[in-house]
């Protein structure tokens, strides 16, 4: 049996985003922007889905994870109005995704932001806004590829 430990609940998604990485000392720009998906987000975190992580010799996830003073920005446009938020975030995990032809990376990242402040409190508000048709547009893509 496996227990979820996610400190909040999560929500499926399929938000477009840019990632860019920044060094925390020089408070500058060293990589990016990566464009991406965020697939699910919580309060805490995100599953993201990227195309690409490298750029020259840097690698979104092995470089931020190698020098602690750098991290992630992701750029969120959430629709409908598409309000935009800034969210730092630094890389736990990476994996492969494939489906068919479809060759990406799935990122998870931790938020560095109080979950509970209000920035966090207006993206969830502003999220939940046709939060469901999105999820079940990214749940018809996954699924009718997994019938056929």
Same mark, same amino acid.
């Given at each position: 049996?496996?227990?979820?430990?996610?400190? /909040?609940?999560?929500?499926?998604?399929? #938000?477009?985003?840019? @990632?860019?990485? =920044? !060094?925390?000392?020089?408070?500058?720009?060293?990589?990016?922007?990566?464009?991406?998906?965020?697939?699910?987000? /919580?309060?805490?975190?995100?599953?993201? #889905?990227?195309?690409? @992580?490298?750029? =020259? !010799?840097?690698?979104?996830?092995?470089?931020?994870?190698?020098?602690?003073?750098?991290?992630?920005?992701?750029?969120?446009?959430?629709?409908?109005?598409?309000?935009?938020?800034? @969210?730092?975030?630094?890389?736990v995990w990476m994996n492969t995704f494939n489906m068919e032809d479809i060759r990406a990376f799935k990122l998870g990242v931790d938020f560095l932001m109080n979950p509970d402040g209000e920035k966090m409190k207006h993206?969830?508000?502003?999220?939940?806004?046709?939060?469901?048709?999105?999820?079940?547009?990214?749940?018809?893509?996954?699924?009718?590829?997994?019938?056929?």
């Open positions: 049996m496996i227990t979820d430990l996610r400190q /909040s609940k999560r929500y499926t998604d399929f #938000l477009p985003i840019s @990632v860019s990485a =920044k !060094s925390g000392i020089k408070n500058s720009f060293v990589a990016g922007p990566f464009s991406g998906r965020i697939v699910d987000i /919580s309060r805490h975190g995100a599953c993201l #889905l990227m195309t690409q @992580v490298m750029s =020259k !010799s840097f690698h979104i996830f092995h470089s931020t994870k190698e020098d602690n003073s750098l991290f992630l920005e992701l750029y969120i446009n959430v629709p409908p109005d598409l309000v935009a938020f800034v @969210v730092p975030a630094r890389p993206l969830e508000r502003i999220m939940g806004q046709k939060q469901k048709q999105r999820e079940e547009n990214w749940k018809s893509m996954t699924m009718a590829k997994k019938i056929e």
